[in-house]
């Protein structure tokens, strides 16, 4: 199992682009979702599902926008870049979201919005 | 809004064990406590979690305390590898509220 992945592990991009962060997992998991981490702070859920077809709202939704067509995939899309979009991106995992459920994390991508 | 309360940072020697507390005076009785850590440049990883009693696992240990307020992740001896940023995590809604975390550092 590759686990989760997620691309590009790096991006820059100037203020305005769209772009499309990338995750995908093969452990069958129907729980995935979106956190970013700014430098000294923890991790901040962006948005997350529960299963394709069903997306909701995390505490930091604004700016960015998701969608879940199938099991596998959970793209994240930055809508039109601002500097303060620069951050870790981290995708994650686990089985049906439940509380005693693992969640597997991807190695993040780094995102810098000039 | 987290409700976990953590050191900012900790030390310990190589071969050492470590105990990182965690406040947690909020938590209901059906909340687990979590706990991940995440190493330099990489993303956050299960370490162990419980509800009640004590938990090992061949990472660490969680001692709980009797009022469920407070817990304490144990690694029994520490290595330069666990040099991390140690998170004690609760569920709120459908997902975990990462705090800041405790930055471990661990001397040779």
């Known amino acids: 199992n590759a686990g989760v992945t997620q691309t590009p592990k790096f991006q820059v991009l100037k203020t305005g682009q769209s772009m499309t962060l990338q995750c995908a997992q093969d452990?069958?998991?129907?729980?995935m979702s979106w956190y970013r981490q700014d430098p000294g702070m923890g991790l901040r859920l962006i948005h997350y599902?529960?299963?394709?077809?069903?997306?909701d709202q995390g505490e930091v939704p604004n700016g960015y926008n998701v969608s879940r067509s199938t099991t596998e995939d959970f793209p994240l899309r930055l809508l039109s870049a601002a500097p303060s979009q620069t951050s870790v991106y981290f995708c994650?995992?686990?089985?049906?979201?439940?509380?005693?459920?693992?969640?597997?994390f991807g190695p993040g991508t780094r995102l810098t919005v000039l | 809004d987290a409700k976990t309360t953590q050191p900012n940072s900790m030390e310990s020697n190589e071969e050492e064990p470590v105990h990182l507390p965690c406040n947690h005076s909020?938590?209901?009785?059906?909340?687990?406590i979590h706990w991940y850590r995440q190493l330099p440049s990489q993303g956050p990883e299960y370490v162990i979690h419980g509800l009640t009693s004590n938990v090992n696992n061949r990472m660490a240990s969680l001692a709980i305390a009797e009022d469920r307020k407070s817990s304490t992740l144990i690694l029994h001896r520490a290595t330069l590898r666990d040099a991390a940023v140690y998170y004690c995590i609760l569920y709120y809604g459908q997902n975990f509220v990462f705090g800041p975390g405790t930055r471990l550092s661990v001397l040779p």
């Open positions: 599902s529960v299963g394709a077809g069903i997306t």
């Open positions: 452990m069958n998991h129907e729980y």
């Open positions: 994650a995992s686990s089985y049906v979201g439940g509380q005693t459920d693992t969640q597997y």
């Open positions: 909020t938590i209901s009785g059906t909340d687990y």
